[in-house]
Structure formats: structure tokens, C-alpha cells
């Protein structure tokens, strides 16, 4: 009997071995943080989370990285540091987020619904159309 259910055991733990891990950022997959920068798990191709324009939160998903909008994109300090590049220049922050350099005294940081009052009048802010 013991041999039985030693047997039953590995079984079990080699299935649980060789499921599929869940691959989180995959392209078109949904993703929970604006502008968060990442790379898909299987292909390594880099994404960002977005949604199309007008569909709000509930449709954010892994979109594949845009070469013509900031592909070249230079690495910045974290959201709602001070910037001096041009209004709208994008950046890639250091706290992993598409931002652009703003100046009007307001910041759209990760996770807020909203721009709040920010510490400088320039500051890298995620992007938002």
C-alpha cells in the first residue's frame, strides 16, 4: 500500500513539474500597470502595458513595443522626477515606465487615477495620450 501511494505522490509532483508555467507579460495578454515597461516571457520581444484610446483600465494589455514612438527613447530618473528635455520628450524611466517630460507642475504617477500636484514644474510623468 505504501508503495502504491508513493508512486501516486511522484506521479503527482512530476505532472505538477511539467505544467506550463503561466507566462504573465505575453503580447495581448492583460497587464494591470499603465505604461510599464516589460518583455513578453516567451519570445523576450519588449512590451508595454496600454490600452486603446477611450477603452480605459479594463482593456490594458501587453502591446508590442513601438520603434517609431520611443524606440530610442533614453533612460530617465523614476516618475515625477525633475526633467529638462522638451515638453513631450519621451524617456524610459528608471522605475521601469514610459514617461515624457511635462511642465505643467502635475504628474500622472504609477498606480494614480489622475495627475497630482507635483514637486517640480518639469517632470518625467507616464505618458498618456
Request: hydrophobic residues 45%; negative net charge; aromatic residues 12%.
Amino acid at each position: 500500500m505504501y508503495r502504491f501511494i508513493s508512486s501516486i505522490a511522484a506521479a503527482v509532483a512530476l505532472a505538477g513539474s511539467l505544467a506550463p508555467a503561466a507566462a504573465a507579460d505575453t503580447l495581448g495578454t492583460p497587464c494591470t500597470e499603465w505604461m510599464k515597461v516589460s518583455a513578453d516571457a516567451v519570445t523576450g520581444e519588449k512590451l508595454f502595458c496600454a490600452a486603446p484610446p477611450g477603452t480605459g483600465d479594463n482593456a490594458l494589455a501587453w502591446t508590442g513595443w513601438s520603434m517609431g514612438a520611443w524606440g530610442d527613447a533614453p533612460a530617465v530618473g523614476p516618475v515625477g522626477s525633475p526633467c529638462s528635455a522638451p515638453d513631450y520628450a519621451y524617456g524610459l524611466s528608471s522605475d521601469g515606465y514610459v514617461v515624457w517630460c511635462y511642465s505643467s507642475g502635475q504628474v500622472l504617477l504609477p498606480g494614480s487615477t489622475g495627475y497630482v500636484p507635483a514637486a517640480s514644474p518639469r517632470v518625467w510623468s507616464l505618458y498618456s495620450p
